[in-house]
């Protein structure tokens, strides 16, 4: 009977230590995290991109944080007039993913949702997203595919452990 109730008691700990089989699964985010989390804060003011959106389309392992092709890059610079914005820089490259993915739905009429496809058109341009042929960049496909995962596990952790400001939430779940 005393294993019984040991095991009764010790099963919702294990539970915690099981579930938590990812760093991401955490309720507590890293300092790196807080500062992406700000980023997309803003992203998601300026340019309505959903907050998941945004972290998913960041390089994980950056910087640089993102990798357009350079025309995209320079054309961003001069529209923000931001000419020292740099894809090492976390607040820059959110601002270029927000600013590119407002024009990817514009000119190829994607929505937020299609994860995917934004990062496949930051990668190729937005000319080189419309002209490609399925399966002629398996590995920026396959990198696609991954950014839509981390995407939807961003979107889970994020209903999960809601970021908070000041002990409010600052975004929306879309």
């Not at 109730?5 to 915690?16: A, D, I, N, Y």
């Not at 320079?74 to 024009?103: C, H, K, P, T």
């Not at 058109?121 to 002629?136: S, V």
Request: charged share 20%.
């Amino acid at each position: 009977m005393r294993s019984l109730l040991s095991l009764v008691m010790l099963t919702p700990l294990l539970q915690g230590c099981l579930w938590q089989t990812q760093p991401g699964d955490s309720c507590d985010y890293s300092g790196r995290e807080e500062d992406q989390l700000a980023a997309v804060q803003v992203a998601l003011q300026r340019w309505q991109m959903p907050p998941a959106v945004g972290l998913a389309l960041l390089e994980p392992k950056g910087p640089p944080w993102v990798r357009p092709r350079p025309l995209d890059w320079d054309e961003y610079r001069m529209q923000s007039e931001n000419w020292s914005a740099s894809a090492a820089e976390l607040a820059d490259s959110v601002d270029f993913i927000g600013w590119f993915g407002q024009r990817g739905k514009q000119r190829l009429r994607l929505d937020w949702q299609q994860v995917s496809d934004h990062y496949l058109a930051i990668r190729l341009g937005h000319g080189g997203y419309f002209r490609r042929i399925k399966g002629q960049h398996p590995q920026l496909e396959q990198q696609a595919e991954q950014a839509a995962l981390r995407a939807e596990q961003w979107q889970a952790r994020l209903q999960r452990c809601p970021p908070t400001v000041a002990g409010e939430r600052w975004w929306q779940v879309w």
